[in-house]
C-alpha cells in the first residue's frame, strides 16, 4: 500500500510542478490582506502566496514586490485587477522584476494582457466562473485556471463550488485547474483532487494567521463568526444592480439595505436622478475594506470574508495552518486506502 505522502504527492504533481512549490495550496488574494508579510509565509511554508495588487500603482506594486523577494526565495504571484486603467503598465513591474505568475482576475482579462505576459514568459492563471468562459480563455492562452465558487469571500459569482467542478473539471484536461471557495479542511482539497484539480486555493483560512497584518479586531470578527455570518451584499431593486460581495453581517450591511431604500424613493419621486442613485449605491463600500481591515472598523467596514469562516477557531502561524490541512488531507487518504482495500477483501 501506497504511503499518504506518496500518493498525495501523486495527486497534485501537476499543480505543484506548475507552481514550483512543495503543496499546491495557493493563498486567494485579499486587498489589504495579502501583502508582503503574508504572501512570504505561505510561500516559506510551502505554498503560493499570491500578492493581491487591488489599486496600486505601478511604483507602489514594484515595490511590494521587492519587499516580498526579500522575505523570500520561494516563488510567489501577482493578482492583477482586469478593468485597472493602469494594467498593462503593471505587467510591465511583473517583467521586470521577475515575478513568475500572474493571476488576471475581475472579468475576463484583455487579450493584450495574457499575450504580453505569454512573450514574456511569465505563467498566466485566470478565473473561470463557468466552462464557456473556461474553453475561451484557453483559447486565448492562458495556462491555468481557478474556478471559483460562491463561498468564497469578497466578489463572488453565482454558482457553488460543487457545481462548477462537476461542470468544469471533467471537461478540462488541456490546463491545470485549480479549485477555490468554502474550502477550510484538507478533506476538501483531496475530494478535488481525486475529482481532477490541481490544487486548491484558500483564502479565509490565512487571514487570522500571526503573519497576516489584519487588525486584532478584524481576527476577532472572524474566530467569532459562523458561516451563515458569511453573507451576500443585497440587491434591493434590479435598477439597482448591486456586485455581489460575500462579507460578515455588522451595522454596514444592514445601512447599506436602508441606504439603498432610500435612493430607491427618491428616484420614483423623481428627486434623484437613476444613474446618480446608481452611482451612490456603487461608493457606499468606497474604502470601507481598508477602514475594517487595517483601521479595525468592524462596525461600519467591510469584512470580507468565505463561509469556510466558521472553520477559523484562533490564531496560527501560517506554517500551522499548511501543516493542520496536509495532516487532514494525509488522513483522509489514509481512511480512504484502508476503505478500498477492506472493501476488496469482503469482494
Known amino acids: 500500500m501506497k504511503s499518504a505522502d506518496k500518493l498525495l504527492d501523486e495527486l497534485w504533481t501537476t499543480g505543484k510542478e506548475f507552481l514550483g512549490v512543495r503543496h499546491a495550496i495557493l493563498g486567494g488574494a485579499m486587498t489589504w490582506v495579502s501583502e508582503r508579510n503574508l504572501v512570504s509565509a505561505i510561500s516559506n511554508a510551502g505554498g503560493f502566496g499570491v500578492i493581491a495588487s487591488g489599486v496600486m500603482s505601478p511604483e507602489l506594486l514594484r515595490a511590494e514586490i521587492q519587499e516580498t523577494q526579500s522575505l523570500t526565495v520561494c516563488p510567489f ?10 494594467l498593462l503598465e503593471l505587467i510591465d513591474v511583473c517583467v521586470q522584476e521577475n515575478v513568475t505568475h500572474v493571476v488576471l482576475a475581475g472579468g475576463l482579462p484583455p487579450a493584450q494582457a495574457i499575450a504580453k505576459l505569454k512573450e514574456n514568459n511569465l505563467k498566466v492563471i485566470c478565473f473561470a466562473p463557468a466552462l464557456g468562459i473556461a474553453k475561451k480563455l484557453i483559447k486565448l492562452g492562458v495556462d491555468a ?7 468564497a469571500g469578497g466578489h463572488i459569482g453565482p454558482v457553488s463550488t460543487s457545481v462548477l467542478v462537476q461542470e468544469i473539471l471533467p ?15 484538507g478533506e476538501a482539497i483531496i475530494s478535488y483532487l481525486q475529482m481532477g484539480a490541481a ?50 453581517l455588522n451595522k454596514a450591511t444592514k445601512e447599506f439595505v436602508t441606504y439603498q431604500k ?19 449605491i456603487e461608493h457606499f463600500w468606497a474604502g470601507s475594506l481598508r477602514r475594517a481591515v487595517i483601521e479595525g472598523d468592524i462596525e461600519y467596514g467591510s469584512i470580507m470574508a468565505g463561509q469556510s469562516v466558521g472553520l477559523v477557531t484562533h490564531e496560527q502561524s501560517t506554517q500551522e495552518v499548511i ?3 496536509l ?13 478500498e482495500q477492506s472493501h476488496y477483501k469482503v469482494c
Do not use: W, Y
Open 171 to 185: 471537461q478540462v484536461k488541456e490546463i491545470p485547474v485549480f479549485v477555490a471557495g468554502g474550502i477550510g479542511r
Open 323 to 325: 501543516e493542520e490541512l
Open 77 to 86: 504571484g501577482v493578482n492583477l485587477i482586469t478593468l485597472h486603467p493602469q
Open 327 to 339: 495532516t487532514q488531507a494525509k488522513q483522509s487518504l489514509l481512511t480512504r486506502s484502508l476503505l
Open 145 to 151: 485556471l481557478i474556478i471559483e465558487g460562491m463561498e
Open 262 to 280: 432610500e435612493l430607491i424613493e427618491k428616484v420614483d419621486r423623481q428627486e434623484m436622478d437613476l444613474k446618480q442613485a446608481q452611482l451612490n
Open 199 to 248: 490544487g486548491c486555493q484558500l483564502g479565509t483560512r490565512f487571514v487570522c494567521t500571526t503573519e497576516s497584518i489584519a487588525h486584532p479586531k478584524f481576527k476577532k470578527a472572524f474566530i467569532s463568526a459562523q458561516a451563515r455570518d458569511a453573507i451576500i451584499s443585497p440587491q434591493l431593486d434590479t435598477r439597482f444592480p448591486v456586485i455581489p460581495v460575500r462579507s460578515l
